[in-house]
Structure formats: C-alpha cells, structure tokens
C-alpha cells in the first residue's frame, strides 16, 4: 500500500456545524476549522461512486464528506484565508479508516486478461503423434493390470483393518473397563472377585437379558427412565456400556473405592456413579433375590459332605455378622446401634449355609444391638424349618422353642461345674463344622465395601448391597473344601 500525504491550510474562522458522514469518522466542522466539508456531486455517475465509496445510501442535502477522505491532488486548495477549499471535477472520496488513510496500488492485470491482450506468434501445429487420442470406452484392460489392481486393493483393506484393532486396542488399553483385565484372571479377581474372567463372563450372560428391562435411577431421584437401548446415554448423559456399568459397580463392592476415585478412572462425573451403583444394586438385589436358594431336604442330602455324616439331617448351618457403620449424632439411634459385642455401632445380619457351602439364606440388616434370638425370629427362617430337619447354631442362639426342628448347638455350662466328657467331644465335632460358615462370612467380607465404616449417607441402599454381595458368593467361588467339589 502506498501512502499519498497531504497537507491542508488552515481557515482563520469556521462558522458552519457541518458533520462527516462516513462511517467511523467523527469530524465536525465546530471542532476543526482545518477541514472542509463537501456535499455529494449532482452527476449521476460520481454520485453513485461517491455512495458506494463511503456506504452512505441515505443522502440528502445536508449531507457531508470531510476533506480527510480525499487525495490532495483532488483538492483545490483556497487561495485565502478565508476562501472556500473545492473540489476537482469527479473527485471521489478513497481515504477511510478501515484502508488505514492509504490508496491501495493498482492491481496487477490478471491471467484471463493478458491472455485477451496477449497476440500468439505463428508457432508450428503439434506433430500429429503428440496429439493425445480420445479415450476407447469399449477398450478391455490387461488381465494382469485387473489382477495386480485386486491384490493392491485387498492389501489396503487388510492394513486398514489392521490399523483398526490396533486403535480398538490403544483405546481399550487406555479406559478403565473391564475389557483392559480381561487377560487377567488376577486383576479380575482382585477387582470383582470373581474367580476368573470366564466366571465373571458366565454370570453376566446369566443377567444380561434382564438388564435391557433395568430400570434406571434418575438425576430428580423421583422418576425412573427405562432404558430401551441398553446404554446409558440418554438417562445420564454418558456412554458407558452396560457391561461396563457392572463392572462399575463390582469395583465399588469388591475393593471398596470410593465414589470420586472411580469417577476420575472411569472419567464420568461422581453423580453418575451414584446413580449407577444404586441403579446395579437395586437391579441385582432383584434379579438375584427372584432367585430361590433354599434347597429342599432331598437336595441338602444328595450333596451333604462325609464330614456331616454324624448329622445327617443338617438342613442349614446359621450364623450372624455385624459390619461397623458410623455413630449417628442422635443419642437414640447410637444407643439402637450399638454392639456390646463389637464395642461400636453396626448393622446386623443373619446368614444360612448349606452343609455343602452354598448360601441358602439371608436376612435383611437390623440394628446392631438386636440379640441372636431376636434376630433368627424376626429374620423368617423360622417359616421354613420343618419336622425331621435339624440346624446347627452358635451356643448364643438359645432358639430350642421357636423351631419345629432339632438343634445342633455347642453344649454350655448352664450353672454346671463342667460339662461331661461328651458333650466335650460333640462341641468339638459342632464347632469344627461351624468353621465353614465363618469362612463363607468372610467371603462375604472380602468384598472390601465391608472392610470398613459404612458411612450413615449409604444407608438406604446398604441393605440391597449387602444381600447382593452375600448372593453374589454363590457365583464367584469354588467349593469351600475342594474335596466337597462334586463332579
């Protein structure tokens, strides 16, 4: 761009208030006695140029354009001080803000237009055998040229497949899912407690159809979104798949991480997880709870261990647990909640055991200062104890009268001095037996949500993970005893 400049002489007065009306441009004649104001031309053609110039399309008489806007060599420069400074004849105003005050160098001719200008020298025609043909449509290509043209194209697709996996690979690699331990019986183990990957498998494939009828927790908490399309998307804004989600939430169980540390390894927010481990465990607690597991008399006997042959009609072998919750503020509930046993507020559970090792029962949590007694009777295990079945208990559970059945129950001294010499060898025999059910709580117990104070905030869904992580012992494990394993 180059800059033309120009100078101007100054009136001595300047009694008119004229106005610039070019956009950008604030110049008043009451302000500036330097500049002088021109109205727009009568002709037709400079006036059209003077509108397109300055993109002023309302013009009236009044209606002015400042000498700034104009070369020097389009003024006429007054020839006193007091004269009026003119205009040369088709002038037109080129010097505006937006152009930096500069007039922009005439442009270069383009192409097409030296190419009009341009006159062709008599030059020699082109040889005939460097003229290109027209293209033969109804030509055949070499039947190699087809066959080399397939390998190249099958190539391409292969490497582009290839190129695929190893993107599928790297993204799997790089989220925290359960497709990345999948390799790993070890990682699966420690993060759901399953014993391998195919078990975890298995049992997905067990709930799988039921969870495209799951019934999703929603962000109001008062309503429920019903998920049509087995994903997550549309209720919470995410997309993690249901597979996924399990996995989610055996993670939460099973190693006991909190809620904004699988927020961050899952990268969704902490609310979500909220409502998908609510959701799961609602979902579970459902659909494994329609399950029945208390096994028949006949069922019990065709899979009782050698080592309950002295007691041959154990139907189910009980016992409680307490897990350690917070110490709510209120002196009423602490005093509900508080195990003498434990020395610290819990919650308490009853559980059954086959003499074979499965769970048969679990009863909902209560308060951890309930008895053993109370417990088995509000539990309702009770309701399914029939005549000619028997139940091995701790000497805590004094439940002679409220069973149909025998009971199996270390002997107690009972203000006796001592107890004979068999019932030393029978407390014996009943206490090594009842060594399975305590090791079954403590499967129960490896999932690690357990391992520590429940907080009082979970309350309203504890109950549901508690029974779903009791239930989920039945799928996870192998037999207690390996010699109990039937083929």
């Not at 037996?433 to 104070?453: A, C, G, M, P, S």
Request: aromatic share 10%; hydrophobic share 35%; net charge positive.
């Amino acid at each position: 761009m180059a800059s033309r400049k120009f100078k101007y002489q100054r009136r001595e007065d300047s009694s008119s208030t004229d106005h610039c009306c070019v956009p950008l441009c604030v110049a008043s004649s009451k302000f500036n006695s330097v500049l002088s104001f021109h109205t727009f031309p009568v002709d037709e053609e400079t006036r059209r140029k003077w509108i397109h110039s300055t993109e002023r399309f309302n013009i009236t008489s009044h209606t002015r354009v400042c000498s700034r806007h104009f070369i020097s060599d389009d003024l006429i420069e007054l020839s006193t001080p007091k004269g009026r400074r003119l205009l040369r004849k088709g002038a037109v105003p080129t010097l505006f803000q937006w152009n930096g005050y500069s007039v922009a160098e005439p442009r270069r001719t383009g192409v097409w237009q030296r190419r009009e200008d341009y006159t062709p020298v008599d030059e020699d025609p082109v040889p005939m055998d460097a003229q290109h043909l027209e293209h033969d449509y109804c030509s055949v290509p070499e039947p190699a040229a087809v066959d080399n043209a397939l390998n190249q194209t099958e190539d391409l697709r292969k490497e582009v497949d290839r190129l695929r996996r190893q993107v599928e690979e790297l993204s799997v690699s790089q989220r925290f899912c359960l497709g990345r331990f999948a390799a790993s019986n070890d990682d699966v183990r420690f993060y759901t407690r399953f014993m391998t990957y195919s078990h975890l498998i298995a049992f997905w494939k067990l709930i799988e159809p039921a969870s495209h009828n799951m019934i999703h927790v929603s962000r109001a908490r008062a309503t429920t979104i019903r998920s049509e399309t087995g994903t997550t998307g549309s209720a919470w804004g995410q997309s993690l798949q249901p597979i996924d989600e399990f996995f989610l939430f055996m993670v939460h169980l099973s190693v006991g991480l909190k809620q904004r540390d699988l927020a961050h390894r899952f990268n969704i927010h902490q609310s979500t997880v909220s409502r998908i481990i609510t959701t799961w465990a609602n979902f579970l607690y459902t659909v494994l709870g329609s399950v029945r597991i208390w096994m028949s008399e006949e069922e019990v006997k065709a899979h009782l261990p050698n080592e309950f042959q002295d007691y041959p009609d154990t139907q189910v072998v009980i016992d409680c647990t307490e897990l350690r919750c917070q110490t709510p503020s209120s002196l009423l509930l602490q005093s509900e909640v508080f195990s003498t046993y434990k020395s610290h507020c819990t919650f308490k559970g009853l559980i059954g055991m086959a003499p074979h090792g499965a769970i048969t029962f679990v009863s909902s949590l209560y308060a951890g200062s309930v008895s053993d007694k109370e417990l088995f009777k509000q539990s309702g295990i009770v309701s399914l104890l029939k005549h000619g079945m028997a139940i091995m208990v701790d000497k805590g559970f004094l439940v002679d009268d409220c069973v149909p059945c025998k009971v199996y129950r270390p002997a107690y001294l009972s203000k006796r001095e001592q107890i004979s010499a068999d019932e030393v060898r029978e407390t014996q025999s009943i206490a090594w037996l009842r060594v399975h059910v305590e090791r079954l709580i403590r499967r129960v117990k490896q999932h690690k949500l357990f391992d520590t104070v429940i907080p009082l905030s979970i309350t309203g869904s504890i109950n549901q993970l508690y029974t779903v992580a009791c239930l989920l012992v039945n799928y996870q494990n192998g037999p207690l005893v390996k010699a109990w394993a039937k083929d």
